[in-house]
């Protein structure tokens, strides 16, 4: 055995099962053809090494990060031009994962943590796109004229630090700029009550206000998206904002034995703990804000005041509404079936219910949120156990100013959870906010008139 520095590239075929299914001859003919006349004079011409081919991908060993980058660009562009006349639905597309480590090499293959990181970053990209991590961006960073855009520190399988990656893609959207206030963040990490490593990070000036986790998050990543970046560069601009990655997604730990409401509470306080948070304003959205009811109902003591937004007491299958167990079970059936594929339509699902009226780019940019923030068995064990929370006892047992907000037209939670939460919780206020959607996002009905309401709200109450 041999262990040497290399730069490893290992790209598959998306949708190979599908494709083959459609058409095995032809697929199986077209292949051979890109493999023949495209991909293996490529690799020769970059001084690659071939280690081993599968039925839909391969595994390349380069000398250099440069040739293995070049390689895989001029791969890509040309199979684009290649398949342009193969309907859409058949067109061979390649994903590509490039990483540079040392590896072992022994006989004719190759081991080591470098391998296993270009294979999950294969798993990243978009079909016809590829992505390289943070060492391999640095050796090649304006040696390329195409330019790779920063999808932050990501989480991936069986790789216990997190991964910087960049992508290139085909038709890559233009680069969002984070706001300014994405500049004085800093990931922290600190361990629950089971040893669970969880992702945080305070930001901003003024009262403190601790987020509660809902839904697909990602502390770092959420910055690019028009989506949550005007929402948190607001409230930091107010408030000194606390929040964490949830258990099972973003950058916390995904690899856990247990992801339940109990661990939640769990994590909210070791992470309150951990930042320094004696007393502060608690903020949940969604089912951040059943988490928040309890937390606020059982530390009563940490707790100045409580707002919610979008928020709902009972989960979908607590609430005797054939409505919302229908939307349950179509949800399960379109993460089990499609959360990781490369066709979007399976999470455009829940962004065209979470955000109704976004416009194409915040659709798009919600859809690659939730793809790149956790897996299929996560998104599903957190759909669950949302969907069986039922917080009516601690709603009642809270003694904490409480502002309840929620838009009149949210198709994710109707508007009836929020007015239900509002009457169960002692003093509680309820404002009904305009608009459709179930988050806040800038320039949409209700994005204003939530922190006309909400600042004034927790400065009073936490300053």
């Known amino acids: 055995m041999e262990r040497r520095l290399a730069a490893i590239l290992v790209a598959d075929m998306a949708g190979y099962s599908r494709l083959m299914e459609e058409d095995e ?6 292949q051979k053809g890109h493999r023949q006349n495209l991909i293996d004079p490529q690799i020769l011409a970059n001084r690659g090494h071939t280690i081993k081919t599968t ?9 250099s990060t440069h040739d293995a980058v070049n390689c895989a660009l001029e791969i890509q562009k040309a199979m684009a031009e290649r398949e342009a006349d193969t309907p859409e639905q058949l067109r061979i597309r390649y994903r590509v994962g490039i990483n540079i480590g040392d590896v072992i090499f022994d006989g004719a293959d190759i081991f080591g943590d470098g391998v296993n990181v270009a294979a999950r970053l294969e798993g990243l990209a978009e079909p016809g796109g590829i992505c390289i991590s943070g060492i391999v961006h640095e050796t090649v960073a304006g040696r390329q004229s195409e330019s790779f855009h920063d999808m932050g520190s990501q989480r991936v399988k069986n790789i216990s630090r997190p991964v910087r990656v960049w992508q290139w893609a085909p038709e890559a959207r233009p680069q969002r ?49 028009p989506v949550w970046g005007q929402f948190l560069s607001e409230f930091a601009s107010d408030c000194s904002l606390t929040r964490f990655d949830q258990r099972g997604n973003g950058l916390s730990d995904w690899e856990v034995a247990e992801i339940s409401e109990d661990r939640m509470i769990d994590d909210m306080l070791s992470v309150a703990d951990t930042a320094g948070l004696h007393r502060f304003a608690l903020f949940g959205i969604s089912q951040g804000a059943a988490f928040s009811m309890r937390f606020a109902a059982q530390h009563p003591e940490r707790v100045k005041c409580l707002v919610l937004l979008g928020g709902y007491v009972r989960g979908r299958l607590r609430r005797g509404d054939p409505e919302a167990d229908r939307f349950y079970q179509i949800g399960y059936n379109m ?12 999470r455009h699902f829940f962004t065209t219910t979470y955000i109704p009226d976004a416009t194409a780019e915040e659709g798009d940019s919600f859809d690659e949120l939730q793809r790149l923030s956790t897996n299929t068995e996560n998104a599903l064990r957190i759909m669950e156990m949302n969907a069986a929370i039922d917080a009516t006892p601690h709603a009642e047992n809270v003694r904490v100013p409480t502002l309840v907000l929620h838009c009149r037209g949210d198709r994710a939670v109707p508007v009836e959870e929020g007015r239900l939460a509002a009457r169960l919780i002692p003093g ?9 959607n179930h988050g806040m996002v800038g320039g949409h009905p209700g994005f204003q008139e939530f922190f006309d309401e909400a600042v004034p709200f927790i400065r009073h109450h936490a300053e």
């Open 25 to 30: 001859e032809g697929v199986l003919t077209r």
């Open 55 to 63: 039925g839909d991908g391969m595994l390349v060993e380069f000398a």
């Open 428 to 436: 509680a206020s309820f404002v009904e906010l305009p608009g459709n």
């Open 335 to 346: 993460i089990r079936d499609g959360w990781g594929s490369p066709n979007s339509i399976y």
């Open 177 to 225: 700029k984070p706001p300014e206030a994405a500049l004085q963040q800093r990931v922290k990490y600190c361990p629950s009550s089971d040893g669970t490593h969880l992702a945080y990070t305070t930001i901003g000036d003024g009262p403190p206000v601790f987020k509660a986790p809902n839904w697909i998050n990602h502390i770092e990543y959420e910055w690019k998206s």
